[in-house]
């Protein structure tokens, strides 16, 4: 009888154990660029331990990076026909904490309306952003936590 709960416990944890490997999310590491909409629908990680660069006009959505939720570098987003960046409002962390060459920049997106998704992922950046050239964001980042 001791056995078989033994056992059975023992397949209960293996079991968890093997859900909470699942679980855990894809890291990508090194610096990524994703240039075209396929390549960010077929985009599978939960963290980069890098640069993103995202860029092309072609780029029209960012659905593919919904569960993104970590940077470890600086995010870059230059020249795409996006017009919010809605789907990284899960994205928690841009850049590492106490260093100062991560950067948030967003350059160029002539159809962007809206970034304030970004908002509480970039905060720990400090003053080191550069949102530019997106013609129809009428306001300027002005966020306080």
């Known amino acids: 009888m001791k056995k078989n709960i033994y056992s059975t416990v023992f397949q209960a944890l293996a079991i968890l154990f093997l859900l909470f490997i699942d679980a855990q999310g894809q890291i990508f590491n090194g610096n990524l660029t994703l240039s075209s909409q396929a390549e960010?629908?077929?985009f599978n990680y939960d963290e980069i331990d890098g640069d993103l660069t995202i860029t092309g006009i072609s780029i029209t959505?960012?659905?593919?990076?919904?569960?993104l939720f970590t940077i470890r570098r600086s995010l870059r987003i230059i020249n795409t026909s996006l017009t919010n960046l809605d789907p990284l409002v899960?994205?928690?962390?841009?850049?590492?904490?106490g260093v100062n060459n991560d950067s948030l920049v967003v350059r160029g997106n002539v159809y962007l309306v809206r970034y304030c998704?970004?908002?509480?992922?970039?905060?720990?950046?400090?003053?080191?952003?550069?949102?530019?050239?997106n013609a129809l964001i009428q306001h300027h980042w002005n966020y306080q936590p």
């Open 40 to 42: 960010v629908d077929n």
């Open 61 to 67: 959505n960012l659905n593919g990076l919904s569960e």
């Open 117 to 133: 998704a970004l908002f509480p992922a970039a905060f720990n950046l400090r003053n080191k952003y550069d949102v530019s050239g």
């Open 90 to 97: 899960n994205l928690s962390r841009i850049g590492r904490p």
